[in-house]
Nanobody, 115 residues
Framework: VQLVESGGGLVQPGNSLRLSCAAS????????MSWVRQAPGKGPAWVSAIYTGGGSTYYADSVKGRFTISRDNAKNTLYLQMNSLKAEDTAVYYC?????????WGQGTQVTVSS
């Protein structure tokens, strides 16, 4: 199982970023997928999840209405569109296989929101 995140960077408050997670080594379309983030000095926090077919999505209250999770099962790729970014969104973002149980995580991509 391999999960490789990309798309992080430094952005100003109010701007947008799209994260990608390329999956390999398993049947991507058969698994729910999640995004988790870890802010400096804090523990991991679940951000969003999407079911196998993409029809059901879930969000933490802190990102609801600003972030959108999606997936392309043909490309084995998970996405997180992040709009209206805030300083408190600064964190390392990880994609993870699963929802209730997240057994595999990627290496993470840094998102820094700062003026």
């Amino acid at each position: 199982v391999q999960l490789v995140e990309s798309g992080g960077g430094l952005v100003q408050p109010g701007n947008s970023l799209r994260l990608s997670c390329a999956a390999s080594g398993f049947t991507f379309g058969s698994y729910d997928m999640s995004w988790v983030r870890q802010a400096p000095g804090k523990g991991p926090a679940w951000v969003s999840a999407i079911y196998t077919g993409g029809g059901s999505t879930y969000y933490a209250d802190s990102v609801k209405g600003r972030f959108t999770i999606s997936r392309d099962n043909a490309k084995n790729t998970l996405y997180l569109q992040m709009n209206s970014l805030k300083a408190e969104d600064t964190a390392v973002y990880y994609c993870a296989r699963g929802y209730v149980v997240m057994g595999y995580w990627g290496q993470g991509t840094q998102v820094t929101v700062s003026s």
